[in-house]
């Protein structure tokens, strides 16, 4: 990236106060790319969910996804604090999750759902055609979404030559669905490798939103060269972006295909992130630190049902080479062998 001369670094105002046209439509696209009307910059989702929860009338009922990302469910204690009912579900449970509705419905409660536009821990998309589907008898009923994980990795008109899709729009595109009750936070640090924040939703959603904002008042926002950042990002994406989703699709099926031909069954379906799960911690920690022996990072998630022991996991990228993953491979190979670890995975009934 080259940054213009006599761009400032940042304009010493927050965002309450002035931004720059060129910002906002930075943001704009970002929410096009979703399928939604228009966006705002933020510093960090943090900001974003910190300040979204201002938005719900006293009137709104919080249900959340149980297994959301942590900075959503921060958000959500914001939400208690303003005295808010948070009610958690389960996306594998939609008949209790349609109960909860219609009775707090019938207390005349207004739902907000908030959840993951993609499930890691299911390796799945949530199911965004059923909630906005149990939502449709509630006029301001909202679907909050975080779309972190998908954004700039999933897209519209997913194929056999490309199963996730064209575009990188996240989510919803994937999914197939659009509706003006949908609002998204999103971060492009993963999917475009940008520490920046989108909040993307209705024009009515965020000029309610920028009335209401606090961290637009109180923060500072986005710096110029990390909004110079993104717009690059979107450009280069724009121009590029397929052909490296076709190359992460590419070292993904090479993963999951060359670790399954030697017996282990790694989780994590088409997602680049992807995930081994071992009888006992004793075994998760060894077989971690046998990894950073050899140069290879793999990183310890927590496993909802089993919280005691990790699951190993790699986040595989678009600029890793058939070289790299032969070799992550082999590694994994080898230190099977000596943790007597792989009939496990190898019959694991997850994603």
């Known amino acids: ?48 969910f910190w300040d979204i929860f201002r938005l719900p009338p006293t009137s709104t009922v919080v249900f959340i996804e149980k297994t959301m990302y942590p900075v959503g469910q921060w958000g959500s204690a914001r939400a208690s604090l303003r005295g808010l009912p948070v009610v958690p579900f389960c996306p594998d449970n939609l008949p209790r999750l349609a109960r909860l509705l219609h009775i707090y419905g019938q207390q005349g409660k207004t739902p907000w759902l908030v959840t993951d536009g993609w499930n890691l821990t299911a ?48 989510s919803l595109p994937f999914v197939g669905v659009q509706s003006p009750k949908i609002i998204t936070i999103t971060s492009l640090a993963k999917g475009l490798g940008v520490p920046v924040a989108v909040l993307a939703g ?48 590419q070292r993904i099926a090479q993963f999951r295909r060359e670790l399954t031909a030697v017996g282990i069954q790694p989780q994590g379906g088409i997602f680049p992130v992807q995930k081994l799960r071992l009888p006992r911690a004793t075994a998760a920690l060894s077989l971690y630190q046998q990894l950073r022996q050899e140069g290879i990072r793999a990183l310890l998630l927590a496993d909802e049902r089993r919280p005691a022991v990790p699951q190993v996991a790699f986040c595989l990228r678009a600029d890793h080479s058939a070289a790299d993953i032969n070799r992550a491979v082999h590694c994994l190979k080898a230190a099977a062998r000596g943790l007597d670890w792989l009939s496990f995975t190898s019959t694991s009934s997850l994603p």
């Open 202 to 249: 209705s024009r009515a959603q965020l000029a309610r939103f920028e009335r209401c904002s606090e961290v637009r008042v109180h923060t500072s926002q986005v710096s110029v060269p990390h909004a110079w950042a993104t717009r690059d990002a979107l450009r280069h994406d724009a121009r590029h972006g397929d052909t490296s989703r076709q190359q992460l699709w």
């Open 123 to 170: 390796a799945r998309p949530a199911p965004l055609t059923h909630y906005l589907t149990l939502l449709e008898p509630y006029p301001d009923g909202v679907l909050l979404l975080d779309d972190t994980q998908a954004f700039g990795v999933l897209g519209a008109g997913a194929d056999a030559r490309l199963p996730l899709g064209y575009g990188g729009g996240g």
């Open 1 to 48: 990236m080259t940054f213009p001369a006599g761009l400032p670094l940042t304009l010493g105002k927050p965002a309450a106060l002035h931004e720059l046209a060129w910002q906002r439509n930075v943001a704009r696209e970002v929410a096009q790319r979703q399928g939604l009307e228009t966006g705002l910059l933020a510093p960090s989702t943090l900001h974003l």
